[in-house]
């Protein structure tokens, strides 16, 4: 079972290294170790860890390595680990050995000190800026934490193991990637020259509980009344735009609402990395790919957008559109696929329909200014907008509807909003959703689509 290591698995990892040796020396040079007790410990730490890892490297056979069973493998690593300790003289008390052996498993198996943040639930995101320094978000906040590479080599070997299992690759040729792990977290990795003090990394956790509509409403991001009115247009099969900035939770609010979709639907999904997490049974699922090494094989967001025309969809969902995809995904709308969704970045409600205008000019095609909003006015519905809050807090800040044309401008009507009233000695926010006492334009169609839904929910509290 575990054989001396082959030849030519270790010249692959071999070339790997060589391939940013020369980067890694240059940061040796230019970063000088921090003169303090703690830092040095770590250091030789990371040494031990080193040395007890190529002993590992000679004595297991990687090709084999994921079939062995969990208790076995840690057996065999902690021989070798106790063996080599005592070659060295260099003894470890009970918790330091089951440390450094779950380190190397971690290593082994997984993507090393990344390892124990991807499993901890209460991490959001994981940002790894150069090999010393990792910062992590919980609860919206950012905090540096005890984590580090041993180094810049280190963490491009990393890197690589994380695209090279999606069939990518990050090189001087290519220096920035776009990846996702198996359990669905979105990945970006950027290496020199772009990333002057060296490989930066930004991991966006895949939560493993999907986060409910009722979930959504006992953390405080909206209402009942407002999750009750968001069921009832999606179940409808009214166009909906989901707007907000980076981290306002947009792809979360698009996965609690797709729930409400019924499931004799055919849905189709349309991302550049799989994020979605449709609880229904028909769904298609298509990505993005980017060009190979040679430079072609692209496939964008417009493509996979006009091949889902052809698939007979039901509903089109659009993870996110950025780009000349917008207009494929106007036309959609305006043209029977009913209850479509998407997200889009945007600071605001109004913003969001000038950013979709700006898109659709990204084809390249020169539409008058008001065909593009006549479209836009005809094929939503409603934009739901998000914002990260001052405290970390992600919240509905308004439902709006989508109401018709004034001349050349799109009108809309806020149905609900968040209303600010200050903040804690603690700095959380203070505030309600509310109702805007506006009666929804499309509500005799919710009534036609047989959506029970009471008119009392639009009216201002204590009228």
């Not at 990518?168 to 990637?177: A, I, K, N």
């Not at 996965?255 to 769904?283: G, P």
């Not at 709006?400 to 903040?423: L, P």
Request: contains cysteine.
């Amino acid at each position: 079972m575990f054989e001396k290591f082959s030849r030519a698995t270790r010249s692959n990892e071999a070339e790997v290294i060589q391939l940013h040796s020369q980067p890694a020396k240059q940061v040796e040079k230019e970063i000088q170790p921090e003169p303090v007790q703690a830092d040095s410990q770590l250091t030789e730490w990371l040494e031990l860890k080193s040395t007890l890892h190529e002993a590992l490297l000679d004595r297991l056979n990687l090709s084999v390595i994921e079939k062995v069973e969990q208790d076995a493998l840690r057996r065999e690593v902690a021989g070798v680990v106790s063996s080599t300790l005592g070659q060295t003289g260099r003894p470890l008390n009970s918790d330091d050995f089951n440390k450094i052996v779950d380190e190397l498993l971690d290593e082994i198996l997984g993507y090393g000190p990344l390892e124990p943040l991807l499993a901890d639930p209460t991490i959001n995101d994981i940002l790894v800026n150069g090999y010393r320094t990792v910062y992590v978000e919980r609860q919206g906040l950012l905090e540096r934490v005890p984590v580090r590479f041993r180094d810049e080599k280190h963490l491009l070997r990393v890197i690589d193991k994380i695209v090279s299992k999606i069939g990518r690759r990050v090189d001087e040729r290519q220096p920035w990637v776009d990846a996702r792990l198996e359990d669905g977290s979105r990945v970006n990795a950027i290496i020199r020259p772009c990333s002057i003090d060296g490989p930066s990394v930004s991991i966006r956790k895949f939560s493993e509980s999907k986060l409910t509509m009722d979930k959504l409403v006992a953390a405080g991001a909206l209402n009942e009344k407002a999750a009750r009115f968001l069921e009832a247009i999606v179940y409808s099969r009214l166009n909906i735009l989901i707007a907000g900035g980076t981290g306002s939770g947009k792809t979360t609010m698009l996965n609690a609402m797709s729930s409400f979709i019924d499931h004799s639907e055919r849905i189709v999904t349309i991302e550049d990395a799989a994020e979605l997490q449709l609880q229904q049974e028909h769904v298609v699922r298509l990505e993005t790919r980017p060009a190979t090494p040679s430079g072609d094989g692209q496939v964008i967001q417009r493509d996979l957008v006009r091949n889902a025309l052809r698939m007979r969809p039901d509903r089109i969902i659009v993870g996110e559109v950025r780009g000349a995809e917008t207009f494929d995904m106007l036309q959609a709308m305006n043209t029977g696929h009913d209850g479509s969704m998407t997200t889009v970045h945007a600071n605001s409600a109004r913003d969001s329909l000038g950013r979709l205008e700006q898109m659709v000019t990204m084809t390249g095609i020169e539409f008058p200014a008001a065909a593009v909003r006549s479209q836009i006015a005809s094929g939503l519905q409603f934009i739901v907008h998000l914002s990260r809050l001052a405290d970390g807090s992600r919240r509905v800040t308004s439902i709006s509807e989508i109401t018709g044309m004034e001349g050349a401008v799109v009108t809309m009507q806020d149905i609900f909003v968040f209303q600010k009233r200050g903040r804690t000695e603690k700095g959380e926010v203070l505030g309600e959703f509310v109702s805007t006492g506006i009666r929804p334009k499309c509500f005799d169609l919710l009534t036609a689509a047989g959506v029970d839904l009471d008119p009392d929910i639009f009216r201002v509290t204590g009228d």
